[in-house]
């Protein structure tokens, strides 16, 4: 019988760092107060070999090491936590003859490359413990596939037709963790999540979501599982729960993911579009008719489109209307989004577009996004939102133009004719709508500018040039390690190259030659990670002052930097002081 405590020896250390920087990893943590499991109930669970458990551990450090020596943007944390190896427990089903099991592991980061993806070990239900090998995760779903050799489990009975209406009773059903508090032996035990779970939806053969308030065990969170008919057929596996409600994959879709994964042995990177826009009755009137959809407003209307994106490149175009998706009829903007989501890189989708109250189809190849996760940032969503707000406030500004200008004609014709009340009183009311337009469009156009600050801080290069005023160049990659039995301290922190004159860096102490290594209670990686840390100080305006280690001569020196706001020095300014009780009775 496999012992696990070698595996939970770690867990109490690691759930702390799992559950500040991943959430609802231990989804399946257990509910000492839940009810026992009925005799069907046990009968349900024995019958379900194919269901097992997965131990996914990582090395932090190697993960980072690895991102930072590709020139990979992280959010990895500092080196202090980096000396943790995180756990994952979740579920998997066995999919096929060859031993194939498909599951989510939330700390997966193909960025990383192979050396990043850590220990994987399946418990079987009777407790036997084998070693997995990582296949492949398909990006869009962020499902993935194991396989171990030898298995011998029969595999899941995944429906080949799947009919569900609403209201149809399904079980869902899980494996969670359980600790036996007799002897302090860790367990896995198998037991009931939701019993007789109503069908809520069922818009076609690939998702559906159920009800999930008859919740048994007491689930805040899911992150894998299966959902059973009375046929005993998996129908599908849970991807999210939020307010009692469960989004299902259908097994048609979770069959097609695993041999996605198969055929390419490898990892399926996301695909993406590059389109902005909304559901076409959100549209006034005017822009309806100008459309030739004012009968039926219906589909998605193209407000911009990112430049160099895919779109772009294969001829979608600004206002116009994606009608059908793949043969399908486009009903919402969510639709839409969902559907090119769940989409991977090279798939050819062909749109229906109304131009020019012309139909036209148009094929797109989708462009690659790489894949979610927690510690790698997504630039093609980030330079996508920024591009966003940019059009919006090219918008915003061009309505202000014209509103303002109606203002002053408003305003006009006031003055011209003051003298006939019954004018006078509808340019006065004219104005005051024109002023409340404008104030609200000023006050959007405030939140823009505040999000695009930010954007442009993050996506800025030279940020700690224009900040701080220095110069930095990334450290030399390490020398090999002449003894891998031994850790090797990876060197962190930054070079100073050149500091510019009455800069902050100047006035600090900072010197040519110094090595930036810490500020505050952050260690410094890299170029991009001392960007992200001058962001953070830039936007948090209380802060005043914060210190900064450099290593200089081999010696680390600590100097403050003086962060608050230097006004510009005026030629006989005069002194500024209180005034006196007898000054101010004089003033009055």
Known sequence: MFKLSKYFSRISISAILIACLIPNVFAQAANTNQSQPTTNQLQV????????????????????????????????????????????????????????????????????????????NVVLPSGEQKQARFVGLDGPS?????????????????????????????????????????????????????????????????????????????????????????????????????????????????????????????????????????????LPIDQLKELGILDNPKGFYVRNIIPNSPASISGLQENDVIINLNGRAVESDSQLYSFIALQPAGETITFDVLRNKKLENIKVILGERGYKSPFVEDSIGKQAYMYSIQQDLKSIDTALQNFQSAYSKANEASLANNKNETSLANNLEAQKNLSSQISLLKSERLKLMKQLKRFNYNLEQNLPEKFLGVKLSDLPEPPKNPDPTKAQKFPHGVLVVSILPNSLAERSGIKVGDV????????????????????????????????????????EVTLKLDLAPRLPKEKNMPKQRILTEEERQKLK
């Open 45 to 120: 669970i024995k019958d379900q070999p194919w269901l097992v458990t997965i131990v996914h551990e990582i090395n932090l450090s190697e993960i980072r090491s690895s991102l930072l020596k590709r020139g990979i943007k992280t959010k990895l944390p500092s080196e202090k936590l980096t000396k943790f190896q995180p756990t994952n427990v979740t579920t998997g089903i066995v999919v096929d003859q060859k031993g194939h099991i498909l599951t989510k592991l939330v700390n997966l980061i193909p960025e990383a490359g192979e050396q990043a993806i850590g220990t994987i």
């Open 516 to 555: 930036l290594v810490q500020m505050s209670s952050y260690l410094i990686d890299n170029k991009e990670n001392f960007s992200n840390m001058l962001l953070s100080i830039r936007e948090a305006a209380a802060i005043t002052e914060c210190e900064i280690v450099v290593t200089r001569n081999n010696e």
């Open 142 to 282: 962020g499902f993935c596939l194991l396989a171990v050799d030898n298995l011998n489990i029969k595999p899941v009975p995944l429906a080949n037709n799947i009919s569900l209406v609403s209201n149809d009773l399904v079980t869902l059903l899980n494996v969670e963790f359980e600790e036996d508090k007799s002897n302090n032996i860790p367990q896995f035990n198998r037991s009931i999540l939701a019993q007789n779970a109503k069908i809520l939806q069922f818009p076609n053969q690939e998702f559906f979501s159920i009800d999930f308030s008859n919740n048994v065990a007491g689930a805040t969170s899911l992150s894998f599982g299966v959902v059973i008919n009375n046929n005993k057929e998996v129908v599908g596996i849970p991807n999210s729960l939020e307010n009692n409600v469960v989004e299902v994959f259908s097994a048609i879709q979770a069959r097609r993911i695993a041999k996605r994964i198969i055929d390419r042995q490898g990892n399926i990177p996301r695909g993406w579009l590059g389109v902005n826009g909304f559901d076409c009755n959100k």
